[in-house]
């Protein structure tokens, strides 16, 4: 019987093989190679070895899939609107993460949206972006994201130029090949022919389509189809040398600057949060992000249901790694409500699921005009966050607006706000609430502290035996109603968290009543401070006879604590 590490190479050939695996004193079984000679193939139990020329396979110079996300380079997908730049970029991350919708006269995407591309072995960032158009009017929308997607070109390490090819080399591909020159002299786009399949049956339409690409001056074009993975072969090709060339001038610089020094520095133990910011249209939840991130990250502006895609972000906050998703303008979906608008609701829904911590972003001005905190809309999110067991926290923005002549609205407001929340969620009791304003970049720190706490007092446990301690003062202090038909609950643990949840043993066929359940949690959260989470009770019935054999094991554990504290030797130890 061979080792593990040989019975993996058995069934591929051509398997790389890197000398410092092969261990010594194999004799015949492995013919030792030279350096730098890999493995070619396997006959009659015995490994020949060949060199790289003789191979023709080229070595690996980095392995992508051990390499942290922080660390891999940035590929940008960039084109005019509607050639299948988000059709790609879900391609490549292997899910279906950005919003494909076949609107010719609208833009769907208008943020950027990053992910983590799986091709083959090739890991790498890559960026989906919003279509350029170069007739766009100053200060419009279509200005404001070709202005986003040249700060972030200039971040990127490479480019890949889509193109229709159904509708051959259009003019506006021409200005946008010009748009890269002038803004990304520095990055030589793959130009890519996307939505190849319509020509499987007419290779010499394709040709010409090609003919008609390398007018752009970026080389030869790759043929594929997003919708249906023809041609990422190729792509893997044109890409990989690329990337790692890119990948090992950056090592030689990083071995350079290190000088040989070492990183001691401690890996970070606190676990990731995922926040979720979630609203009403036009209330400020993109310009809370880019006030978190503390960058221009996603496109912000006065139009109501400016966000459509749900742009996912990251950042360290006091040594943890926070996972933020903005997510479009809230809305309740109707039959009549079609296209990317629909699309946006359902992606929306799906992040508040994924959700650790919710924020709910308020409008401070609509809540003084109407006097109101909380409208239909802003209700049912908070009671789904509440319902599917995910911290909330209330923000209400825009407190710069109430100032000047209408500064008498501010303490009304800061007033009013938590009572209502109280009196319209009252399955969750004293939920934060937090004032800001995001254009001013103020309450940055208060919001962040205030997720923090929630999240951890969402995954807080608590041990058993304090839990059957705080039960026996709890059960004392509550006035049943009948003390002979009571159910008795003989003991309390929880069973998990994230949110807290807790099941109480209860003796015989008699369960506790709504009444009584909220009476336990009411206890549960001021007794151990997990206000403004929610937290679930569940109930289990115990029999006569489990009920004897649980009290036999408390009084034998009983039994066996005052021996030991009986005994000065154990106690003076």
């Given at each position: 019987m061979y080792p593990p590490w040989i019975r993996s190479v058995m069934p591929r050939v051509f398997r790389r093989v890197p000398l410092a695996s092969v261990p010594p004193g194999w004799g015949s079984i492995l013919s030792p190679p030279r350096e730098g000679w890999i493995l070619k193939d396997l006959v009659r139990g015995r490994f020949r070895f060949c060199s790289v020329a003789e191979s023709g396979v080229e070595p690996v110079m980095v392995d992508f899939t051990k390499l942290e996300i922080s660390d891999l380079p940035s590929v940008i997908l960039v084109g005019r609107p509607n050639v299948g730049k988000s059709a790609l970029f879900n391609r490549l991350i292997r899910r279906r993460e950005a919003l494909v919708f076949n609107t010719p006269d609208d833009h769907v995407t208008r943020d950027i949206r990053e992910g983590v591309a799986k091709l083959s072995d090739l890991r790498f960032k890559v960026l989906d972006s919003a279509?350029?158009?170069?007739?766009?009017?100053?200060?419009?929308?279509?200005?404001?994201?070709?202005?986003?997607?040249?700060?972030?070109?200039?971040?990127?390490?490479?480019?890949?130029?889509?193109?229709?090819?159904r509708v051959g080399l259009h003019p506006m591909d021409m200005e946008v090949g010009r748009w890269l020159r002038k803004y990304a002299p520095q990055i030589k786009p793959i130009v890519v022919m996307n939505k190849s399949e319509a020509f499987n049956d007419d290779s010499s339409s394709l040709v010409a389509v090609a003919t008609e690409a390398r007018k752009l001056g970026f080389g030869e074009p790759i043929a594929i189809s997003a919708e249906t993975g023809l041609g990422?072969?190729?792509?893997?090709?044109?890409?990989?040398?690329?990337?790692?060339?890119?990948?090992?001038?950056?090592?030689?610089?990083?071995?350079?600057?290190?000088?040989?020094?070492?990183?001691?520095?401690?890996?970070?133990?606190?676990?990731?949060?995922?926040?979720?910011?979630?609203?009403?249209?036009?209330?400020?939840?993109?310009?809370?992000?880019?006030?978190?991130?503390?960058?221009?990250?996603?496109?912000?502006?006065p139009e109501a249901g400016l966000t459509r895609d749900s742009?996912?972000?990251?950042?360290?906050?006091?040594?943890?790694?926070?996972?933020?998703?903005?997510?479009?303008?809230?809305?309740?979906?109707?039959?009549?409500?079609?296209?990317?608008?629909?699309?946006?609701?359902?992606?929306?829904?799906?992040?508040?699921?994924?959700?650790?911590?919710?924020?709910?972003?308020?409008?401070?001005?609509?809540?003084?005009?109407?006097?109101?905190?909380?409208?239909?809309?802003?209700?049912?999110?908070?009671?789904?966050?509440?319902?599917?067991?995910?911290?909330?926290?209330?923000?209400?923005?825009?407190?710069?607006?109430?100032?000047?002549?209408?500064?008498?609205?501010?303490?009304?407001?800061?007033?009013?706000?938590?009572?209502?929340?109280?009196?319209?969620?009252?399955?969750?009791?004293?939920?934060?609430?937090?004032?800001?304003?995001?254009?001013?970049?103020?309450?940055?720190i208060d919001v962040m502290?205030?997720?923090?706490?929630?999240?951890?007092?969402?995954?807080?446990?608590?041990?058993?035996?304090?839990?059957?301690?705080?039960?026996?003062?709890?059960?004392?202090?509550?006035?049943?109603?009948?003390?002979?038909?009571?159910?008795?609950?003989?003991?309390?643990?929880?069973?998990?968290?994230?949110?807290?949840?807790?099941?109480?043993?209860?003796?015989?066929?008699?369960?506790?009543?709504?009444?009584?359940?909220?009476?336990?949690?009411?206890?549960?959260?001021?007794?151990?401070?997990?206000?403004?989470?929610?937290?679930?009770?569940?109930?289990?019935?115990?029999s006569k006879k489990d009920d004897y054999n649980s009290s036999s094991s408390v009084q034998t554990s009983s039994r066996t604590v005052r021996k030991l504290l009986s005994d000065k030797r154990t106690v003076d130890a």
């Open positions: 279509g350029l158009e170069m007739a766009a009017t100053s200060g419009s929308i279509l200005d404001r994201t070709a202005a986003m997607i040249a700060k972030v070109l200039n971040r990127s390490q490479f480019a890949i130029f889509l193109i229709d090819a990422m072969a190729e792509l893997y090709k044109s890409l990989r040398p690329l990337l790692e060339t890119h990948m090992s001038q950056e090592k030689k610089g990083t071995d350079c600057d290190t000088d040989g020094s070492i990183n001691n520095e401690p890996e970070n133990s606190k676990l990731p949060l995922q926040l979720a910011i979630v609203g009403r249209p036009n209330v400020g939840k993109s310009t809370l992000l880019n006030t978190l991130l503390q960058e221009d990250r996603v496109l912000v502006g742009v996912r972000a990251q950042f360290q906050f006091q040594g943890r790694m926070v996972y933020l998703v903005d997510t479009a303008g809230w809305l309740q979906r109707t039959r009549k409500e079609k296209g990317p608008a629909s699309l946006s609701i359902v992606q929306s829904r799906k992040n508040l699921m994924r959700a650790h911590v919710v924020a709910l972003v308020l409008d401070a001005e609509e809540i003084a005009n109407e006097r109101r905190s909380m409208k239909h809309a802003e209700v049912v999110i908070a009671r789904e966050a509440v319902e599917e067991g995910r911290g909330l926290v209330i923000i209400v923005n825009k407190m710069d607006l109430l100032r000047g002549d209408r500064a008498y609205l501010y303490e009304k407001v800061m007033k009013v706000v938590p009572e209502e929340i109280e009196s319209v969620i009252p399955q969750v009791k004293s939920i934060p609430v937090v004032f800001i304003s995001a254009l001013e970049g103020k309450g940055r502290n205030q997720v923090i706490d929630t999240y951890e007092k969402w995954c807080s446990r608590l041990p058993t035996a304090r839990l059957n301690r705080w039960l026996c003062k709890v059960m004392s202090r509550h006035s049943w109603k009948d003390q002979a038909s009571s159910p008795k609950v003989k003991y309390f643990t929880q069973v998990k968290a994230r949110p807290p949840t807790f099941i109480a043993f209860v003796s015989g066929k008699t369960q506790l009543s709504d009444t009584d359940l909220r009476f336990l949690t009411k206890s549960l959260k001021e007794d151990f401070d997990l206000a403004g989470i929610p937290i679930r009770i569940m109930q289990r019935s115990v």
